[in-house]
């Protein structure tokens, strides 16, 4: 009975291509219906015409008496995904950008300078390098005068060569104030020799063996009085601490006065 039915079945699918050309005239049948399905009446007989498909049927159309009601479906399993096409070509390529302008001749500021015999060195170019600390004086030291301590941090800094008979190279942000503890460490040996008051300021001449007023010495105007220095105090952030080159001793001053301006830059030991 299968054999017989697939055998029928595989007619109804030989006749598919003139089964919709008979039902390409009905205008009162939705073909395929709207479930995806074809709808078909088969006769079913023994005079030799067995299997021949009438007609294309709407979904809800009966079949008479001598024919077998079939449907199949429209659409069939999905198919195998295609292969990829092939790769676009590469796009062209961006223009280069600008080029940046050359920088201005940048200078570099001078190292300190050094002899086999003295603490303080002479440059040469405005500037007077002590060999025991390593830090880099202005020669001379009232080229700034005196200001409040925010101003006299600001003139130190904004220092730079072709000022206070500087030829270092130097630039603004080389220079600035000393710390105190970089001010303590420059006047202990004068402190040690006595180079206070009457015999002050508290610096050493040249040599490091004798008071800078007995002469021998690289820098010029220096005077025994309070010069700045870069460090708050951290118990009243209005004060900061001056040195005294008078009696060499640190001073407790609020940053509002009026006080001397002599700056350093970094060198090395």
């Keep these: 009975m299968s054999k017989r039915v697939d055998r ?5 699918t030989a006749v598919f291509v003139v089964a919709l050309a008979m039902g390409a005239g009905r205008a ?9 399905q074809f709808y078909a009446c088969v006769r079913i007989d023994r005079d030799g015409d067995e299997g021949k498909l009438t007609r294309l049927v709407a979904a809800d159309e009966r079949c008479r008496r001598n024919e077998t009601r079939v449907h199949w479906s429209a659409i069939g399993p999905q198919g195998q995904p295609g292969v990829n096409g092939t790769n676009g070509t590469n796009g062209t390529n961006g223009t280069n950008g600008t080029n940046g302008r050359d920088g201005t001749n940048a200078t570099r500021a001078a190292g300190p300078c050094f002899d ?8 040469g170019n405005g ?3 002590d060999t025991v600390t390593g830090l880099i004086w202005l020669q001379d ?3 700034l005068g005196s200001a ?12 730079a060569n072709g000022q206070c008979g500087l030829t270092d190279g130097s630039s603004a942000g080389d220079w600035r104030l000393p710390t105190i503890d970089e001010w303590n460490a420059t006047i202990a040996a004068a402190v040690a020799l006595g180079c206070v008051s009457s015999s002050g300021p508290s610096l050493t001449s040249d040599a490091g063996t004798g008071c800078l007023s007995g002469g021998g010495s690289s820098f010029a105007n220096v005077t025994s009085g309070n010069y700045w220095s870069s460090t708050a105090n951290q118990n009243n952030p209005a004060a900061a601490w001056p040195e005294n080159l008078g009696d060499g001793n640190v001073g407790g001053y609020v940053k509002a006065d009026t006080l001397r301006v002599w700056p350093v830059r970094s060198g090395s030991r």
């Design 28 to 36: 009162d049948a939705q073909i395929p219906a709207a479930d995806g």
């Design 148 to 159: 409040h301590w925010a101003a006299g941090n600001g003139s130190a800094a904004g220092l």
């Design 127 to 129: 500037t007077v390098t």
């Design 116 to 123: 086999n015999a003295n603490r303080y060195v002479n440059c």
């Design 8 to 12: 029928r079945f595989a007619i109804v």
């Design 141 to 143: 030291a009232a080229c």
